[in-house]
């Protein structure tokens, strides 16, 4: 990717040395905690070593009403109902309230809607469900803050519910406007900003906690699928669950992901983002988006290996029959935009696609363009869609702006669900490029480094201590370097389209690699400036330091 501008997060030099010496670290990693906005010895220390301890669920409203009423369920055997989502967010939630509540003796059973025939959220659909069953409580995870209609009806019904979710309530007038339930369980209503960004699994596990906390940390590995999957800041309570849950990724102990690493063909006992992003999270996501995501559930949370190694295989199927379907739509929306892109600031594009997969195109097409992306599909009269927005722009302050046109939306500042007649999308489309002009979204692509730095500063030191930051996701990136008036050596173009050379300054030298980077306009003996991320190299029992390529550029004098 070009950049138009590389910035440079700067630092007081005084306090780095500071930090740098206090906490024993180098001055490069001291650079990117700083950069990272952690200021206090204490705030890094605690960034650096989360525990696990400093996770209070009392800390949020709602809980220990919650304990208590469901407490006198288990007591009086009344039937529970945990109604999850159908994404990997809301199916590790469910799985985890589920599993711990029947180990703990409750009647319990569990729902996951159908994407298409039932749609998002707790619905009259859902209530009728639970009637069927004889449900006298639901649970609700990672939904139910805006679900007044169904939630009144179930009162109506003589069926309690709990909302635990994480999507932001309705405001009115800047007034929250909560539905009324038994209780509401939502870190966004509170003013605390260690558990704001948690995701609805992180919310359904401080349900769990309050519940028995010894028994709710053995689910920590599915806190860190659901989390890392939603996209949520890895920071606060956030860190500290995926930091912890990371290392039971790394080394399972559960048969669903044990079997999860097989089949995405993960050998490394060294985790990293893009084996959570790219392999394990797609697989969870696949039936929701497909098929019906209700055995995704059960998936997780087997202990009989021969149902797990089925239930593996019918997953890995769907993923397939996933990607097939995403390939096929973007291959007609690359035929649409080159007739029909004029550039708008917002992208609007609607289709007779399949619902499950409009998600993940508009999160390629944010990617792509650098702006706002709705995907919809058609279907009787409606248009149900999905949007994305790159950081900076809130997609739910654009959606409020339309609500006239709208018949149901939710979701966050970068991701969101919209639900709209089929003869709005003009008005609607015309709607979000006049709001964006207003918004003013910056085309301009910026390439934030942690630090500048000489090559003679990278060491294998340096790496180890990075390791300390992981692991990296939203709102903790990886950090990225940039070094000056470098000059290449041994250049040369390896396997598809990637650069190999060695980097030289000042009598360092170091080993880089710039993957899809082999159509960049550099030369043998060139002096040029480069941004990238330190890493070692692994190869026939022989470790290297070796410089992962982000961006590279003409020395500007």
Not at 14 to 36: F, H, N
Not at 217 to 241: H, K, Q, S
Request: a negative charge; charged letters at 25%.
């Amino acid at each position: 990717m070009l950049y138009s501008e590389w910035v440079v997060v700067r630092t007081n030099q005084e306090y780095l040395q500071y930090v740098s010496k206090t906490l024993d670290i180098t001055l490069p990693t001291a650079q990117v905690i700083l950069s990272r906005g952690l200021k206090s010895i204490e705030q890094i220390y605690s960034f650096l070593n989360p525990h696990i301890d400093s996770i209070d669920p009392f800390d949020i409203s709602g809980v220990y009403e919650a304990v208590s009423i469901i407490k006198e369920a288990i007591k009086s055997e009344s039937k529970i109902l945990i109604h999850g989502d159908y994404d990997a967010d809301g199916l590790t939630a469910t799985a985890i309230l589920y599993d711990i509540l029947y180990r703990k003796g409750a009647r319990v059973f569990y729902h996951i809607p159908h994407r298409i025939e039932h749609g998002y959220g707790l619905t009259l659909n859902s209530i009728e469900v639970a009637k069927g069953l004889g449900i006298k409580l639901i649970i609700t995870v990672d939904c139910g803050i805006r679900d007044f209609e169904a939630i009144e009806y179930a009162s109506k019904e003589g069926i309690g519910v709990i909302i635990t979710d994480h999507h932001e309530p309705l405001r009115i007038k800047e007034e929250l406007v909560i539905p009324r339930a038994l209780s509401v369980i939502n870190p966004k209503i509170d003013d605390n900003v260690n558990y704001k960004y948690l995701a609805g699994v992180g919310v359904a596990l401080l349900l769990a906690m309050a519940l028995d906390r010894e028994m709710a940390l053995e689910y920590i590995d599915l806190v860190t699928l659901g989390t890392y999957a939603d996209m949520v800041p890895l920071t606060y309570a956030n860190r500290t669950l995926t930091k912890h849950g990371w290392r039971l990724i790394e080394s399972p102990l559960r048969n669903s992901i044990k079997m999860l690493k097989n089949i995405a063909g993960i050998n490394s006992n060294s985790l990293k983002g893009f084996h959570l992003s790219y392999c394990l999270i797609p697989r969870i996501n696949a039936p929701g988006r497909i098929d019906d995501a209700r055995d995704v559930v059960k998936f997780l949370i087997s202990e009989d290996e021969a149902e797990v190694e089925s239930l593996s295989k019918w997953i890995n199927q769907l993923n397939t029959l996933r990607q097939k379907t995403e390939e096929r739509i973007m291959t007609e929306i690359e035929e649409k935009l080159l007739r029909e892109f004029n550039d708008d600031p917002v992208i609007v594009l609607w289709g007779e696609w399949h619902p499950g997969v409009v998600g993940t195109v508009a999160s390629k097409l944010t990617d792509r363009f650098n702006r706002p992306a709705f995907v919809f599909s058609l279907h009787e009269g409606k248009a149900k869609g999905s949007a994305r927005s790159p950081s900076g722009i809130d997609l739910q302050e654009m959606l409020n702006g339309c609500k006239d046109l709208l018949i149901r939306f939710g979701g966050h500042k970068q991701a969101a669900g919209v639900t709209l007649s089929h003869d709005n999308l003009q008005a609607f489309r015309d709607r979000l490029c006049q709001l964006a002009r207003d918004i003013s979204v910056e085309d301009k692509s910026i390439l934030f480094l942690d630090a500048a730095v000489n090559l003679s500063e990278i060491t294998e030191k340096v790496v180890e201590e990075l390791n300390l930051l992981e692991p990296f996701g939203e709102g903790n990136r990886e950090p990225i370097f940039g070094a000056k008036e470098l000059t290449v050596v041994n250049l040369r173009k390896v396997g598809s389209n990637h650069l190999k050379m060695f980097l030289r300054q000042n009598g360092s030298t170091i080993s880089a690699i710039g993957f899809d980077m082999g159509d960049a306009q550099i030369l043998e003996g060139a002096l040029i400036d480069a941004a990238f991320t330190p890493s070692i190299n692994e190869w026939e029992g022989n470790k290297n330091l070796q410089l992962q390529l982000k961006a590279l550029r003409r020395t500007q004098r």
